[in-house]
């Protein structure tokens, strides 16, 4: 069974950084989508950023040249830098990646970082 776990998040002020990260642990092997989304009180969960096919890698218009994913495939990690942080950043960021199970996709999520931005 795989768990992604999610840590990093916290307070920080306007135009601040953080990193998260996200360690799934379980059978590793052909993991898809790996990435990151994020749910504001009050809105839907979004995409932020994913690695979707090989090394590519998709942004949130919001969050391009801002964030950068990243991941270290040894330790089983993905990683979001998040520079110029602004309030609308404020939000729970959540791990999520899939995997083929039979002829489905299965999702997995984390628990959820909290990231708040404000002064």
């Known amino acids: 069974q795989l768990q992604p776990v999610e840590s990093g998040g916290g307070l920080v002020q306007p135009g601040g950084s953080l990193r998260l990260s996200c360690e799934v642990s379980?059978?590793?092997?052909?993991?898809?989508?790996l990435g990151w989304y994020r749910q504001a009180p009050g809105k839907q969960r979004e995409l932020v950023a994913v690695f979707s096919s090989g090394s590519n890698t998709n942004y949130a218009d919001s969050v391009k040249g801002r964030f950068t994913i990243s991941r270290d495939r040894a330790k089983s990690t993905v990683y979001l830098q998040m520079n110029s942080l602004t309030p609308e950043d404020t939000a729970v960021y959540y791990c999520?990646?899939?995997?083929?199970?039979?002829?489905?996709?299965?999702?997995?999520w984390g628990q959820g970082t909290q990231v708040t931005v404000s002064s």
């Open positions: 379980g059978t590793t092997f052909l993991l898809y989508n």
């Open positions: 999520h990646t899939q995997r083929v199970v039979g002829t489905s996709w299965q999702d997995y």
